[in-house]
């Protein structure tokens, strides 16, 4: 295996990786802050990405594209909370898995019944195609690359937002004592409608700019998702260094699990054999670290509740 | 007799009624959406002792029902080529006698109910959730990429396989076998439920300090009904493979797992025929509107959503009233 | 080596969070017979080191014998198993399960045989009679089917001890058993743990003054995570470092 191959594949688990945090991050923190569990967060995933879909298509703005996708998840995200979330957050996790599970039957066939079943594209704007030449000699995708680039912003724009603003201190007292920061008079309804919105804005992020690079279709969300499930139980529930590590971790673990595994296999099998138990054994090794993880810490590397 | 006990007793003769209506009537596919209802509520009843009992909100039950689904595909389709599955330590041949399979849809289930049980359950509450979720979707994306019995595309059995003494491509006797084993299952689970197990597992729900105070230890008490849980789940998706003779990835996808949980909850969860009367909802629905909407899981989402939100019994619920303490 | 007469010792066991000492070096026992009663101000750590006697909680040090054994390493079920008997302050019971079911399960658990899936387990004769016979010596045998959430509070205390009773224990410990009883309901229960003793011996975490000092063979007194004296009632009534530290008394 060549050093290049290696480099690329790294740069893609990296590049998938953010992609991830930005998904987990949104449920993370609000599961810190609220509580709360929601399955319909892949939902917001596919509204930003139908979204992007559908303002390219018109406008051919790459860009408005992004401002679309952020915009109507955000929307969606505090209208489902407003609407039906807020009456969750003092109900048990069952109530809330069921109530978000249906939220999903009702976005991903709402939007079937509106953009239809086939899957639709969105190209990658001229300016961000094609490869660049990194040093060592790598040719790398200029987009998959913006991706990295505008994943890891958006991580240190968190952790400035949580750490230095107003906003931010809010989101940590909620974590810690709901009762104070109302006490202190905080208007809990508004924060956690803002909170809601902000996780829902990164996820249809997300789902817009991989909706670039894969195809745009209901049922993109729910996968995603679960990768984020993963990712917070690596690294731990409410922790958003947890989610941003796990993410990494994951996103390296399949992208080279899928590299190495047939490779390794192929030492004691034959081609053929080997390729396809190390592709299947690939396609479990995440959870695997999960486990693993688990065994060694229940609470996750960052979790501070078990 | 309870109110609830009347309701149960009738939807029991109204499962056995419609299949022999429709056989009497020439309608045999009505006969196999009963079939459908009995193997879905099956694994309803499987989940429910896990949820219902054991408060263990599992969102992975789609790995134990697509096991099940497996162990009769690999099993019939090793049989129907005549190749055997090892043959190293020793023979192994494949079946196509429903019995065995459903013993080795049980076992392996069984097994990965504890493997999976006893990593997840050192987690609770949203945790356990998600790691039962993620679970389930790693036997997804296994299924999906080991391409020896089909990969994405699954596995087709071409004849049902045989049960002694009957005819199982018969309709109305295949129905017979399902609704026998979910009444048999209904029975243990009613059984459990009273029983001194059921009584530590139900107290380990509302309280574990209370459970370990009096000397047990509640990660016990799950493990074992998680896999009972998962067993009984297996061996209803032994009997859908059968029923469709057809085996895919979609067995073992997220979304099978929420279904069954929507069973249970339509139905009144914690509730005996739970399961049965969500099965039978779903069904109904997705037979009627799905005629007339092609989108019709929107409806089934807004009544799931109202359930949870306004109706928290379920159907069972609404009808009986609140649920008496089992004595 | 603690005395070896006592039934339950704590030896040096100390516990922190942080900078908070919450046990500091304490050595307590209980005797055969006796009824042991740990008292302090809010935040004295009684609840940490009912904690880590019952085995919610490990120390960070010291050992925990019942019977003369070491029992620091096991958990809270396995401390049961030996004999353990624990009420909470905060009623941990099956709230949706009879009074009955709630005897029951405890004798479940003394009998030690939880898996058992065949037959009812209120039709097991043998539990059944151990759980009735402790309802009946805590005066509840009369809502034996009644369901626990619809208990008065003071029943509920009862139906606690109820259970304790039924693990036939070698040792009680009991937080705070009569918080939120009225007058009555505490001379009642005073009286009734009064009887329990010659059962198995107590300790007592209690906040009614009334209560301990008619209660108690010896007193312990709690302050900042240490046991500041320990003695008869009258001793305690005397001791001035007690005064000072527990009733704020300078005198």
């Given at each position: 295996m060549s050093f290049i191959l290696f480099a690329e594949q790294v740069l893609n688990g990296l590049q998938f990786g953010v992609m991830l945090f930005l998904m987990s991050a949104g449920l993370t923190l609000v599961f810190g802050v609220m509580g709360l569990i929601n399955l319909a967060h892949g939902s917001?995933?596919?509204?930003?990405?139908?979204?992007?879909?559908?303002?390219?298509?018109?406008?051919?703005?790459?860009?408005?594209?992004?401002m679309a996708a952020l915009a109507a998840a955000a929307a969606a995200g505090a209208l489902v909370e407003v609407l039906v979330i807020r009456r969750l957050y003092d109900r048990d996790h069952l109530d809330q898995v069921l109530a978000t599970f249906a939220l999903i039957l009702i976005f991903s066939e709402g939007t079937r019944w509106i953009f239809g079943s086939f899957p639709l594209f969105l190209n990658i704007p001229d300016y961000l195609s094609g490869p660049v030449t990194l040093p060592g000699g790598i040719q790398y995708p200029l987009y998959r690359l913006t991706?990295?680039?505008?994943?890891?912003?958006?991580?240190?724009?968190?952790?400035?937002?949580?750490?230095?603003?107003?906003?931010?201190?809010?989101?940590?007292?909620?974590?810690?004592?709901?009762?104070?920061?109302?006490?202190?008079?905080?208007?809990?309804?508004?924060?956690?409608?803002?909170?809601?919105?902000?996780?829902?804005?990164?996820?249809?992020?997300?789902?817009?700019?991989?909706?670039?690079?894969?195809?745009?279709?209901?049922?993109?969300?729910?996968?995603?998702?679960?990768?984020?499930?993963?990712?917070?139980?690596?690294?731990?529930?409410?922790?958003?260094?947890?989610a941003l590590i796990g993410s990494i971790l994951v996103g390296l673990t399949d992208t080279l699990g899928g590299l190495f595994m047939p490779a390794l296999f192929a030492l004691f099998m034959d081609n053929s054999s080997a390729a396809t138990a190390g592709s299947a054994l690939a396609s479990m090794l995440i959870y695997i670290l999960m486990a693993v993880v688990l065994i060694v810490k229940p609470s996750g590397l960052f979790g501070a509740r078990a | 007799m309870t109110r609830e006990r009347k309701i149960n007793a009738g939807l029991a003769l109204a499962l056995l009624a419609f299949p022999l209506w429709a056989y009497f009537a020439n309608e045999p596919f009505m006969i196999t959406l009963a079939t459908k209802v009995a193997i879905l509520a099956l694994a309803g009843v499987g989940l429910n002792i896990a949820l219902g009992q054991g408060g263990l909100v599992s969102l992975g039950h789609a790995a134990f029902f697509g096991i099940g689904g497996y162990a009769m595909g690999i099993l019939a389709s090793h049989a129907q080529t005549f190749d055997p599955i090892a043959e190293w330590p020793f023979l192994i041949e494949g079946t196509k006698s429903m019995p065995i399979i459903w013993i080795v849809a049980v076992l392996t289930s069984g097994l990965a109910a504890l493997l999976i049980g006893a990593l997840s359950l050192r987690t609770s509450g949203v945790y356990f959730i998600m790691i039962t979720l993620a679970f389930g979707q790693m036997f997804y994306y296994f299924a999906i990429s080991w391409p020896t019995y089909g990969g994405e595309d699954g596995l087709s059995i071409y004849v049902r396989n045989g049960f002694p003494g009957l005819n199982t491509l018969d309709p109305i006797q295949f129905f017979a076998i399902t609704f026998v084993?979910?009444?048999?299952?209904?029975?243990?689970?009613?059984?459990?439920?009273?029983?001194?197990?059921?009584?530590?597992?139900?107290?380990?729900?509302?309280?574990?300090?209370?459970?370990?105070?009096?000397?047990?230890?509640?990660?016990?008490?799950?493990?074992?009904?998680?896999?009972?849980?998962?067993?009984?789940?297996?061996?209803?998706?032994?009997?859908?493979?059968?029923?469709?003779?057809?085996?895919?990835?979609?067995?073992?996808?997220?979304?099978?797992?929420?279904?069954?949980?929507?069973?249970?909850?339509i139905g009144g969860i914690g509730r005996l025929y739970g399961p049965l009367v969500g099965a039978a909802l779903f069904i109904a629905l997705e037979h009627i509107l799905g005629g007339l909407s092609d989108y019709w899981h929107i409806y089934l989402g807004v009544l799931l959503l109202l359930i949870v939100l306004f109706a928290r019994g379920g159907v069972i619920g609404s009808l009986a009233g609140r649920g008496h303490a089992h004595d | 080596m603690p005395m070896t007469d006592a039934v339950l010792a704590t030896k040096g066991i100390s516990k922190s969070f942080g900078a908070l000492q919450a046990s500091l070096d304490i050595s307590i026992d209980l005797r055969p017979g006796e009824i042991h009663a740990l008292i302090g101000p809010n935040g004295a750590g009684k609840s940490t080191l009912i904690q880590q006697i019952a085995g919610g909680m490990k120390p960070d040090a010291g050992q925990i014998f019942l019977n003369g054994q070491d029992i620091t390493a096991l958990g809270t079920a396995a401390r049961a198993k030996r004999g353990l008997a624990r009420t909470f302050q905060i009623s941990a019971l099956a709230m949706e399960d009879t009074v009955l079911q709630n005897a029951v399960l405890g004798a479940l658990g003394a009998q030690g045989r939880p898996f058992q899936v065949f037959g009812t387990a209120l039709g097991k004769a043998d539990l059944r009679a151990?759980?009735?016979?402790?309802?009946?010596?805590?005066?509840?045998?009369?809502?034996?089917?009644?369901?626990?959430?619809?208990?008065?509070?003071?029943?509920?205390?009862?139906?606690?001890?109820?259970?304790?009773?039924?693990?036939?224990?070698?040792?009680?410990?009991?937080?705070?058993?009569?918080?939120?009883?009225?007058?009555?309901?505490?001379?009642?229960?005073?009286?009734?743990?009064?009887?329990?003793?010659?059962?198995?011996?107590?300790?007592?975490?209690?906040?009614?003054?009334?209560?301990?000092?008619?209660?108690?063979?010896?007193?312990?007194?709690?302050?900042?995570?240490?046991?500041?004296?320990?003695?008869?009632?009258?001793?305690?009534?005397?001791?001035?470092?007690?005064?000072?530290?527990?009733?704020?008394?300078?005198?």
């Open positions: 917001l995933f596919m509204i930003g990405a139908f979204a992007a879909a559908a303002v390219a298509g018109l406008t051919g703005s790459f860009v408005l594209a992004l991706l990295i680039g505008i994943g890891l912003a958006v991580a240190v724009g968190l952790f400035l937002l949580i750490s230095r603003t107003r906003l931010g201190i809010q989101i940590r007292a909620g974590e810690s004592d709901r009762e104070m920061i109302a006490a202190l008079g905080v208007d809990i309804s508004k924060l956690y409608t803002i909170v809601f919105a902000l996780g829902a804005a990164l996820a249809g992020l997300a789902g817009a700019l991989v909706g670039a690079i894969q195809s745009v279709q209901v049922g993109m969300g729910e996968p995603v998702l679960i990768l984020a499930f993963v990712v917070i139980v690596i690294g731990g529930i409410g922790s958003i260094k947890g | 084993i979910l009444m048999l299952a209904m029975g243990f689970a009613a059984m459990l439920a009273k029983s001194p197990f059921g009584l530590a597992l139900n107290a380990a729900r509302q309280s574990p300090q209370r459970v370990e105070t009096v000397g047990m230890t509640p990660y016990r008490l799950r493990l074992v009904a998680f896999v009972i849980s998962g067993m009984i789940t297996g061996l209803a998706g032994a009997l859908f493979a059968d029923l469709n003779r057809f085996v895919s990835p979609t067995m073992f996808s997220w979304q099978t797992s929420g279904e069954i949980m929507v069973f249970i909850i | 151990t759980a009735e016979q402790a309802l009946d010596r805590v005066g509840l045998m009369d809502h034996a089917k009644t369901r626990t959430s619809e208990l008065s509070h003071g029943q509920r205390r009862q139906l606690e001890v109820a259970v304790a009773l039924t693990l036939n224990p070698k040792a009680f410990v009991m937080d705070e058993p009569m918080a939120g009883l009225g007058t009555r309901g505490s001379k009642r229960l005073t009286g009734f743990l009064d009887s329990l003793r010659e059962q198995a011996p107590i300790l007592l975490v209690e906040h009614d003054m009334d209560a301990v000092f008619t209660l108690a063979d010896r007193i312990s007194v709690l302050v900042y995570g240490q046991i500041i004296a320990t003695g008869t009632v009258d001793d305690i009534r005397a001791n001035a470092d007690v005064r000072r530290a527990y009733l704020g008394d300078d005198t």
